[in-house]
């Protein structure tokens, strides 16, 4: 069974670095393409980063491409978004789940972690 916890998050200024991890507590993590999504503000959840099983092919909206990396620790069950360059924009709450490597229906996605908070100030 797949248990998504994240962490990491937090308030940064414009421009700062931040990486979230998400962590599987379950035992077939290696089997799954996972994802990276974010809800905004008054906005509907978006897909921004996906990543193979075997962590050899990624994928990024053209909102965050260039910007964020998304990458995989099989022997750890853990994906990570490092997020450079920053903007106030990226303002979200960022959810982790099982799914992708590309975007699809959201009913296609999940389970899912249970979100963090990620505030960037101008």
């Known amino acids: 069974q797949v248990q998504l916890v994240q962490s990491g998050g937090g308030l940064v200024q414009a421009g700062d670095s931040l990486t979230l991890s998400c962590e599987d507590s379950g035992r077939t993590f290696s089997n799954y393409a996972m994802s990276w999504f974010r809800r905004a503000p008054g906005k509907e959840r978006e897909w921004i980063a996906g990543?193979?099983?075997?962590?050899?092919?990624?994928f990024y909206a053209r909102s965050v491409k260039g910007r964020f990396t998304i990458s995989r620790d099989n022997a750890k069950n853990t994906i990570y978004l490092q997020m450079n360059s920053l903007k106030p924009e990226d303002t979200a709450v960022y959810s982790c789940t099982v799914g992708g490597p590309v975007p699809k229906i959201e009913a296609d996605f999940g389970p899912w972690g249970q979100g963090t908070q990620v505030t960037v100030s101008s």
């Open positions: 990543i193979d099983w075997s962590g050899g092919s990624t």
